[in-house]
């Protein structure tokens, strides 16, 4: 398997933007997390999926930012208005049941 | 609803040093508890877990970890230092009933030659 693969791996936006970021998980897990990482902040949980479904996502800053699972095999992490402070890398993870998460190469966006 | 601890954000050491970087963790059960390594501009990779069972486990790259019921820790340990372990590492819990993991706020490494 290639592991979780996370795109674009730099994004680039202006203030006000939509931004889309893009997370394919391990064939067969059944959760998946988006974490945002920051310097002030450290590793953030989003919001977690489990079998498609959300079921914690009271980590999402405020209502610009929305995540959607559609299927098992892909996972959206939509900001809509971006804003400089939403700079940072975001990390997608999976895994299966109570087993480690594997973390994809993350996402460095930067709102400028 | 589960949350960790790690008291420490940046710690220097020699290389051939012992290491050891701590972790609290609050869980109302027993939790599962990982240590996570990160190399700049990298994602995490694991290095060792506990489940169950022995409270002493090793992981790779020479690391260990012991977990400990009555201080709610999950301390990691190395006996001698490499050049190479400079990284930022980060514990993690996990709660079993809804497979919902948190992480710490991590611990920077730096090590001297």
């Known amino acids: 398997d290639a592991g979780v693969i996370q795109s674009p791996r730099h994004e680039v936006t202006e203030m006000g933007q939509e931004v889309t970021l893009r997370c394919k998980p391990i064939?067969?897990?059944?959760?998946l997390f988006w974490y945002r990482q920051t310097m002030m902040r450290g590793l953030e949980l989003l919001i977690y999926f489990n079998n498609n479904v959300p079921i914690d996502d009271s980590g999402m800053p405020e209502d610009r930012f929305s995540a959607k699972m559609p299927n098992a095999s892909f996972s959206t992490l939509k900001i809509q208005p971006s804003e400089p402070r939403d700079s940072a890398v975001y990390f997608c993870a999976s895994s299966r049941g109570t087993s480690e998460a594997f973390f994809g190469q993350g996402t460095r966006l930067t709102v400028v | 609803a589960q949350s960790v601890t790690q008291p420490d954000i940046h710690i220097t050491v020699s290389e051939g040093a012992s290491l050891e970087l701590r972790c609290n963790y609050s869980y109302g059960a027993t939790p599962y508890l990982f240590w996570y390594v990160q190399s700049p501009g990298q994602g995490l990779q694991l290095l060792l877990k506990?489940?169950?069972?022995?409270?002493l486990v090793q992981g790779i790259k020479g690391f260990e970890a012991e977990f400990k019921r009555s201080q709610s820790s999950f301390n990691l340990r190395k006996p001698s230092v490499h050049w190479s372990d400079a990284a930022e590492y980060f514990c993690?819990?996990?709660?079993?009933?809804?497979?919902?993991?948190?992480f710490g706020t991590g611990t920077r490494l730096q090590v001297f030659p």
């Open positions: 993690a819990v996990g709660d079993y009933n809804t497979d919902k993991l948190i």
């Open positions: 506990y489940f169950s069972g022995d409270t």
């Open positions: 064939s067969g897990h059944n959760s």
